[in-house]
């Protein structure tokens, strides 16, 4: 069975409240956007090279793109590799949803001593799984103070003499090197992080990564060929960045008051996704499938299906009012 991380995509059942119909006339579906709009409202998944710091490969995915700003989301050491999604031009502001995702890594613990197997993985169990205390090392970017996060799993696939090779789903905010330390002071024989990769972040996985050369590659081929088949199966449109969230799904005549900043009444739900809780973090999509803004629900799934009441608090708009202006 996969793992799956606390902010990943699961399955979820849609519930109709009421049928409607989408005007074809407004909006548009995410996939069918021009080149120019995905460049400049989308998210790329760089597989980031050892090396560089996670704000220089931001930095290059602009002068690439030729766009004034980018956000990545989540740092990752200039030493580590992996996953490292970075937002285009208007949908910078996703990251902050995409940084409190949970993440998984693949790292080379290394043990200075030699170990029964047995003893390591009965300590990684009885002390390193669930909600740990973890003191961030010298050199980060945050207040020392012991903190609380949670290890959603650890699991060891490879054991070389004093080589450890395991993967880990963490809480955003997890010292990988910090945890590897850790384990090791608590085996009394001390452990370094040798090597480690970002396998997952949120809703993204290694499956959809490219490299800074494959985005250079692909933007050359649209502008120099017209052909701009690489850069759209590259480049995501920023629904990706959502599709962990629970959904609820607002007609076309909904959408203009929620871009102007308005809350999410019952009146205005077509239908949502089953089993949303009260004050989780939701998305209210329209019928196309398009991000209009995140909120926090203030009904469960089965109330917001009534006729009344406040449904979404309204958090952060993305969309623009100027796509689904109805003309009365």
């Known amino acids: 069975m996969q793992n799956l991380l606390p902010f990943e995509k699961i399955e979820r059942k849609i519930v109709v409240r009421q049928e409607a119909e989408t005007d074809n006339k407004l909006g548009c579906k995410p996939q069918e956007r021009k080149t120019e709009e995905i460049i400049n409202y989308g998210i790329v998944n760089i597989d980031k090279p050892k090396g560089p710091t996670s704000h220089q490969v931001s930095d290059f995915v602009q002068k ?45 613990m290394h043990l200075h001593k030699n170990i029964d197997e047995n003893k390591l993985k009965e300590t990684i ?68 992080m040798a090597e480690l990769r970002r396998t997952k972040a949120g809703p993204f996985t290694e499956s959809s990564v490219c490299t800074l050369q494959e985005l250079t590659d692909a933007y050359y081929f649209w ?32 959408v203009e008051s929620l871009c102007h900043g308005s809350d999410l009444k019952v009146p205005g739900i077509s239908k949502v996704n089953d089993k949303i809780n009260k004050e989780e973090t939701v998305a209210i999509m329209t019928l196309k499938d398009e991000l209009v803004a995140l909120g926090t629900a203030k009904m469960d799934s089965n109330e917001m299906l009534g006729e009344r009441g406040l449904a979404v608090k309204t958090e952060k708009v993305f969309m623009n009012s100027d796509l689904y202006k109805i003309i009365k």
């Not at 285009?88 to 998984?104: C, D, F, P, S, Y």
């Open 64 to 108: 690439i793109l030729k766009i004034n700003k980018s956000g990545h989301s989540g740092t990752l050491d200039p030493a580590v590799t992996g996953l490292l999604p970075i937002a285009l031009g208007n949908a910078t502001r996703i990251v902050q949803n995409l940084l409190i995702a949970g993440k998984e890594y693949v790292a080379i």
């Open 125 to 192: 169990e009885k002390n390193f799984l669930g909600k740990i205390k973890q003191m961030p090392p010298l050199k980060s970017s945050i207040k020392r103070q012991l903190r609380t996060r949670s290890i959603y799993y650890i699991d060891i696939l490879e054991i070389d003499n004093q080589d450890v090779l395991f993967k880990v789903g963490s809480e955003a905010g997890t010292y990988i090197r910090k945890l590897i330390h850790d384990i090791g002071q608590k085996l009394e024989i001390g452990a370094h």
């Open 223 to 254: 502008k120099q060929e017209n052909n701009d088949k690489f850069l759209r199966k590259i480049i995501q449109p920023i629904e990706n960045g959502v599709s962990h969230l629970p959904k609820v799904w607002v007609f076309d005549t909904t």
